[in-house]
């Protein structure tokens, strides 16, 4: 089963989970991975009976606590979800390996948690009795710097819906850029664009770990950057042996990785205040104006939406929210159950998940006193039709603990306000990262009341949000957030620093990149 869901052949894996299960009825592992695959293809309830029985089996089964907690999110199903979050914290706090990084992101806890968590679960993933002797480059310091990115997201996925701008705007003059992907070829026109966007493309699907990190020495990469962390396909082994002199972990997962084999994490002052650096294993590269980079061409032809095509009503105020539905927690929906309740005729648009988060949320709603049909779920879309249909929605309404990434600047893109909630760890401090980058500082709230009072202004003062809107529309094209040639050249000097710190024979050591002149804000 295990072998089988590596090949992502996830029927067959199933079969043999539930082979196993037949022949061990017993075996908490089995129920365990059996929840895995189950969740991995939809089957949410199926999953959740999986996982409490390997809870019932062995309540301190590696990742099973978190694993039913992360379930639980993705239906939105809010029974017993307080006891499975503490069951989380305090597994984490008794060094119990209670879950992997990812769930905890959807947890607001003491900030040392989260890189303990972190700790020990790559003390357990990473082991290798290959030396970790960091690669060497040999070549003249004049020449070219070469740049490794490595991800399974190289198609139609977040990560090069933000990066591809970049990949292209590198100064070829000093840099030679490499990708290493390990995610499917989805033949989409995202995929086409970010192989011609490097100088080297590699397929790296049939290799193993050993075999990458072997190919990343024999090319000499200077900086290999890791743009996966704690997410779903990682492949920390590969770095886990050090195949180049330098690597950074980026983008991909908002926190630390907790092993001492990335030297540098890429951040900004406000994802990353300073005093947060000991709760990091890398050394903190600060960026100028965001650490989110964001791609300038994002599509703008998409096909227009009318409000009775996306099924919206005529008329009232649309709060929406677009994150994936497991960020939604139950604090955060009080909130907006409370908003929607004292603003008439308005409705909160939801991304569609799946139809258990979907039912679960309209009966919380009817719970909270508010009718479950004001909640309208999209459907998804061709990337282009739905930053197309955004532009219908009046104000976005973050989350927290971990609130809107790509999907706030694909709001702020299509001319939409955001209102977020400063968070206490990274994942919950993209929203206001980006609001300062675009020159919409005000947008930021300090506290659930704050955020609460806020939403309620806009839709009863409707010129307040029209000068928002206006604000937001001219700073687009003129503030740092997509200006991707301004991003890139910020990050070449950070990445031109890690490589002089290396040839000078000094230790990484976090520093901060000075901001190109003709900055806003």
């Not at 991304?351 to 049909?373: D, K």
Request: proline share 5%.
């Amino acid at each position: 089963g295990l072998a089988l869901k590596a090949l992502k052949r996830d029927s067959a894996a199933l079969a043999s989970y539930d082979h196993a299960v037949a022949l061990r009825p017993d075996e908490a592992a089995a129920h365990y991975y059996r929840s895995i695959v189950l969740k991995d293809i939809h089957r949410l309830d199926d999953a959740l009976a999986s996982i409490s029985k390997a809870l019932e089996l062995d309540g301190k089964f590696p990742y099973a606590r978190g694993q039913f907690f992360n379930i639980k999110m993705h239906m939105c199903d809010w029974d017993g979800l307080a006891d499975a979050r503490a069951a989380v914290v305090e597994g984490i706090e008794a060094g119990e390996l209670a879950a992997v990084p990812f769930p905890l992101q959807l947890i607001d806890c003491d900030l040392s948690l989260y890189r303990k968590c972190a700790e020990l679960s790559m003390e357990k993933e990473s082991a290798s009795s290959i030396p970790a002797e960091p690669g060497k480059v040999s070549r003249a310091a004049d020449q070219r710097i070469r740049v490794a990115y490595l991800s399974a997201d190289f198609h139609a996925h977040a990560t090069a819906y933000l990066m591809a701008g970049v990949f292209e705007e590198h100064d070829r003059r000093r840099f030679e850029t490499y990708a290493v992907s390990f995610g499917p070829d989805d033949e989409s026109e995202m995929r086409a664009r970010v192989e011609k966007g490097f100088d080297h493309f590699f397929d790296a699907r049939g290799c193993d770990d050993i075999q990458v990190a072997s190919l990343l020495r024999e090319w000499q990469i200077d900086i290999a950057v890791d743009l996966k962390g704690h997410t779903r396909d990682a492949r920390p082994g590969i770095f886990a042996v050090r195949p180049a002199p330098i690597q950074v972990s980026y983008l991909g997962f908002p926190g630390t990785s907790g092993v001492d084999y990335f030297d540098y994490l890429i951040a900004d002052r406000t994802v990353v205040p300073e005093e947060h650096q000991p709760y990091y294993s890398e050394k903190l590269v600060y960026l100028p104006d965001t650490y989110q980079c964001n791609d300038s061409k994002r599509p703008t032809g998409g096909k227009p939406a009318s409000r009775a095509e996306s099924g919206l009503p005529d008329r009232g105020f649309v709060y929406c929210c677009f994150n994936h539905n497991h960020k939604i927690t139950p604090e955060v929906f009080d909130v907006w159950m409370r908003i929607l309740a004292r603003a008439d005729d308005s409705i909160l648009w939801l991304l569609r998940s799946n139809p258990l988060a979907e039912r679960n949320l309209r009966r919380e709603a009817e719970s909270r006193g508010v009718s479950g049909e004001r909640l309208i779920f999209a459907p998804r879309l061709p990337y282009a039709d739905h930053l197309a249909r955004l532009g219908l929605a009046d104000l976005f309404l973050d989350t927290l603990p971990y609130g809107a990434h790509t999907t706030a600047s694909d709001a702020l893109w299509s001319g939409v306000p955001v209102l977020t909630c400063m968070g206490n760890a990274f994942a919950g401090r993209v929203g206001a990262s980006l609001l300062n980058a675009i020159g919409l500082p005000d947008m930021v709230a300090y506290s659930a009341q704050e955020y609460e009072a806020r939403a309620l202004v806009f839709a009863r003062d409707p010129e307040l949000l029209a000068e928002i809107r206006s604000r937001l529309a001219r700073n687009r094209d003129t503030y740092p957030l997509f200006d991707t040639v301004r991003f890139t050249r910020h990050l070449e000097p950070a990445y031109l620093s890690m490589v002089e710190r290396r040839r000078d024979g000094e230790a990484p050591e976090a520093f901060a990149v000075q901001a190109m002149d003709a900055a806003h804000g």
